[in-house]
T-cell receptor, first 112, second 115 residues
């Protein structure tokens, strides 16, 4: 089944404790992206990747890192999480931007 | 700067009513793409449609229809004969060629269809 998977789906952590949210797609898509969803703000892009080893900042990259060492994986790293990073995070992929983006199920992160 | 505005925060209708969700966008690009996504209560994001800036034809898919008007920078979404299963948050989004196809979302419209 073609899909984008994210792990974990739910995470509660404390300020400053490094964490990684994994994202994997099995559709051989070149383009991958991370978004955060906050009430009243819609989805905002954090980082995106046009292909392996090619990443770029979206609208709200501060406090996040990404890497794209393999085509299928695009992990989101929070080196030192803070409470303002409490949010719902979505990973997405598409064959080529600006095609339809397939979204993962979301990761709900709470930083205390 | 690119921007997507969904002025309707929440809409409530009774089943079988028609409802239109508004989307207004701002862009300097001549080539861009517009999208609609649905987010049901379960939380996943479901792609509904993509339209490029050179195609102003309206589109109909079952009970769903989209009206793209470049003159007013709008890409409105109409649900005909709404059903309870249409209850969801709907997002309009813009992607510009000059911004490496970064996807800009509106803030979403929550649609509640009451039985």
């Amino acid at each position: 089944e073609a899909q984008v998977t994210q792990n974990p789906r739910y995470l509660i952590t404390v300020t400053g404790k490094k964490l990684t949210v994994t994202c994997s797609q099995n559709m051989n898509h070149e383009y991958m992206s991370w978004y955060r969803q906050d009430p009243g703000l819609g989805l905002r892009q954090i980082y995106y990747s046009m292909n392996v080893e090619v990443t770029d900042k979206g609208d709200v990259p501060e406090g996040y890192k990404v890497s794209r060492k393999e085509k299928r994986n695009f992990p989101l790293i929070l080196e030192s999480p803070s409470p303002n990073q409490t949010s719902l995070y979505f990973c997405a992929s598409s064959k080529q931007s600006p095609n339809e983006q397939f979204f993962g199920p979301g990761t709900r992160l709470t930083v205390l | 700067a690119q921007k997507v505005t969904q002025a309707q925060t929440e809409i409530s209708v009774v089943e079988k009513e028609d409802v239109t969700l508004d989307c207004v966008y701002e862009t300097r690009d001549t080539t861009y793409y517009l999208f609609w996504y649905k987010q049901p209560p379960s939380g996943e994001l479901v792609f509904l449609i993509r339209r490029n800036s050179f195609d102003e034809q309206n589109e109909i898919s079952g009970r769903y229809s989209w009206n793209f008007q470049k003159s007013t920078s709008s890409f409105n979404f109409t649900i005909t004969a709404s059903q309870v299963v249409d209850s969801a948050v709907y997002f309009c989004a813009l992607s510009e060629v000059d911004s490496s196809y970064k996807l800009i979302f509106g803030s979403g419209t929550r649609l509640l269809v009451r039985p």
